[in-house]
């Protein structure tokens, strides 16, 4: 599947998938030289020098563009698992733990420690096909924590086989130690613009910031100020936006032109309209309502309706979203979300490179981009989303190098 075209993927073109059976392509400097029927590739002169990896008539895809992961974080919240299946809401633990239970954690954990949990994640990311992650602080919500996870991106980034794309969250939660004292959320929104954006900008640390904008997190308007800061400082916005009220996020995104907003359930219909009409990438996040156990999925099918450019990721962190695997998140869209296998892979692929604004680059295989693939132990795409819960990928590679090998088929 080469996911070719023009453009990010809009209502029917979200299907086309650009098979090529019995498909070849050669690499050079880890870039896609040529792609096509295995005759055309194997005729070309310079194939006859290449090193050849025989596939087997498998599925072969671009490697799938996580673009929404918190991949930094001390440990799980199981714990609140086991509460949220008791009946409490997602809310009610937030305001006791959550996020700042997180937070508590990581500013603890050294960072060798958080760098060998995940380092193991990436792996585990590469394991289920997943070639780039994009990576969110948002953890450590004071000067030091937020710069020793970003540091950290920066870090794995360097010496380890997959992509990341560092994201600042200092808006995510307003730290404990300015709750409950006058103008409390003023001060720590004055931190983040004037002292922490202005370093990690310096540093080079994130392309991009994020808000949360929702309940008990930052208002519409709080978040403008800061995406408004960020791109001041060069990094573009993105949004965690209508997930558990509806705060006009969507609506925000859509007017700084973010490069994604996210979440989405509680959209209404003009927000689809935005969004229909937008740049702004609509990416679902499933594996959220599945976790949290909500029946309040997104509406996908009237966003991909509307035209709005959907796309699929993982969420991973340790409150509403453990997992890292873009397949399961796949079998969610299909069942819950009522989005097709194809639909499905073109919104965790192309689109979610468009999300990245690495849509050049990577997110599908054809001349020029890097040779990102991923290759699945199936008959037919549809199985891929199709054995929920089971792992199928056989191989995964990352600008041409084999980053995860063959393995015995599980079935
Ligand atoms: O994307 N919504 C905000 N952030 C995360 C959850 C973070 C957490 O609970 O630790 C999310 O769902
Ligand atoms: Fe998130």
């Not at 599908?364 to 199936?378: M, P, Y």
């Amino acid at each position: 599947m080469t996911l070719r075209g023009r453009g990010p993927r809009r209502g029917n073109s979200l299907s086309n998938l650009g098979i090529i059976e019995d498909g070849a392509l050669l690499v050079r400097d880890g870039v896609i030289a040529a792609i096509g029927t295995r005759a055309h590739v194997e005729a070309l002169p310079e194939a006859r020098a290449a090193e050849k990896l025989e596939l087997g008539g498998r599925v072969a895809l671009p490697g799938f563009v996580d673009s929404h992961t918190h991949l930094i974080h001390a440990a799980s919240r199981a714990e609140e698992y086991e509460l949220k299946i008791e009946g409490a809401s997602y809310e009610e633990i937030a305001r006791k733990g959550g996020i700042l239970n997180s937070v508590k954690k990581l500013r603890a954990a050294t960072s060798e420690a958080l760098k060998k949990r995940a380092t193991e994640a990436l792996k585990k990311f590469a394991g289920y096909g997943t070639t780039t992650v994009e990576a969110k602080s948002g953890y450590g919500l004071d000067v030091a924590s937020e710069l020793k996870i970003l540091k950290l991106h920066k870090e794995l980034a360097a010496e380890q086989t997959l992509e990341i794309v560092s994201t600042f969250l200092g808006a995510h939660v307003v730290p404990a130690e300015f709750r409950g004292k006058a103008a409390g959320a003023e001060k720590y929104i004055a931190l983040l613009t004037e002292k922490l954006i202005p370093e990690v900008a310096s540093q080079k640390l994130a392309e991009f910031c994020d808000v949360f904008c929702d309940r008990g997190a930052f208002t519409r308007a709080q978040s403008k100020e800061i995406l408004e800061a960020g791109k001041k400082f060069g990094m573009a916005p993105r949004l965690h936006a209508e997930q558990l009220s509806r705060t006009g996020a969507a609506k925000l995104a859509v007017e700084l032109g973010a490069a994604s907003c996210d979440h989405l359930e509680q959209v209404n219909k003009s927000d689809i309209r935005a969004l229909g009409k937008s740049k702004t990438v609509a990416t679902l996040l499933p594996g959220c309502d599945f976790h949290l156990g909500s029946q309040e999925y997104a509406p996908a099918r009237e966003l991909i309706d509307a035209g709005a450019i959907v796309a699929l990721a993982t969420d991973y962190n340790p409150g509403t979203s453990p997992t890292l695997s873009m397949p399961m998140i796949l079998s969610l869209a299909c069942t819950q979300l009522r989005m097709t296998p194809a639909e499905a892979i073109a919104a965790a692929t192309i689109n979610a490179a468009h999300a990245l604004r690495r849509e050049k680059n990577i997110g599908s295989l054809e001349v020029g981009k890097q040779a990102d693939i991923a290759v699945f132990e199936v008959a037919d795409y549809r199985e891929i989303p199709y054995y929920f819960g089971v792992d199928h990928c056989w191989m995964t590679v990352k600008r041409g190098r084999v980053i995860h090998v063959p393995k015995e088929s599980p079935i």
